[in-house]
Antibody
Framework: EVQLVQSGAEVKKPGESLKISCKGS????????IGWVRQMPGKGLEWMGI????????RYSPSFQGQVTISADKSISTAYLQWSSLKASDTAMYYC?????????????????WGQGTLVTVSS | QSVLTQPPSVSAAPGQKVTISCSGS????????VSWYQQLPGTAPKLLIY???KRPSGIPDRFSGSKSGTSATLGITGLQTGDEADYYC???????????FGGGTKLTVL
């Protein structure tokens, strides 16, 4: 059974750093992209970026480039999303998902398995 | 402002059919494949449709997807109260080199 299990909820102050995790199991972790999606309170889904754990190839949404860092440790089948200096506007639910990306008469991409989400609250 | 445009809400009675539209451009829907997600209250999104019209294992055939030009449509037949959720379309945007989502549509089953 494919599973993505995320780390628990976090409460941080502005300016603090944070690294949240997403552990995959039940499939070959190095053979699929892992993506991160933000959902601010009461709002829609926003794609942040993806990483291919097999070779650490990483792509970022222009909206999140330079704001976060996506990484992975394939030895423990875990992907990470980190911030060096949090802002109140980073308060959101963050989801990881197994991401498919490829080209066949057009780009295909979709997220077939999702983690349970990690709630990040940034408040002074 | 989302790259893909969806109606904020739709509603229909139990047993009826509803469609949800998703409008984009040639840099996204027009030349790439579309996926659809269901997000029940308080839960993670769930993949309903991928590659415009394919259903993952376990998704009932009450859910269908189609694409024409720069727009896509999710159809749901035999509506149930358990279908009340937010629905999102997604696709790859070749200009942004990024996945983009619609703003989401809240389905109410009256």
């Amino acid at each position: 059974e494919v599973q993505l299990v995320q780390s628990g909820a976090e409460v941080k102050k502005p300016g603090e750093s944070l690294k949240i995790s997403c552990k995959g199991s039940g499939y070959s972790f190095t053979s699929y992209w892992i993506g991160w999606v933000r959902q601010m309170p009461g709002k829609g889904l926003e794609w942040m970026g993806i990483i291919y754990p097999g070779d650490s190839d990483t792509r970022y949404s222009p909206s999140f480039q330079g704001q976060v860092t996506i990484s992975a440790d394939k030895s423990i089948s875990t992907a990470y999303l980190q911030w060096s200096s949090l802002k109140a506007s980073d308060t959101a639910m963050y989801y990881c998902a197994r991401h498919h990306l490829g080209y066949s008469s057009g780009w295909y991409n979709y997220n077939d398995y999702w983690g349970q989400g990690t709630l990040v609250t940034v408040s002074s | 402002q989302s790259v893909l445009t969806q109606p904020p809400s739709v509603s229909a009675a139990p047993g009826q059919k509803v469609t949800i539209s998703c409008s984009g451009s040639s840099s996204n829907i027009g030349n790439n494949y579309v996926s659809w997600y269901q997000q029940l209250p308080g839960t993670a999104p769930k993949l309903l449709i991928y590659d415009n019209n394919k259903r993952p294992s376990g998704i009932p055939d009450r859910f269908s997807g189609s694409k024409s030009g720069t727009s896509a449509t999710l159809g749901i037949t035999g509506l149930q109260t358990g279908d009340e959720a937010d629905y999102y379309c997604g696709t790859w945007d070749s200009s942004l080199s990024a996945e983009v989502f619609g703003g989401g549509t809240k389905l109410t089953v009256l």
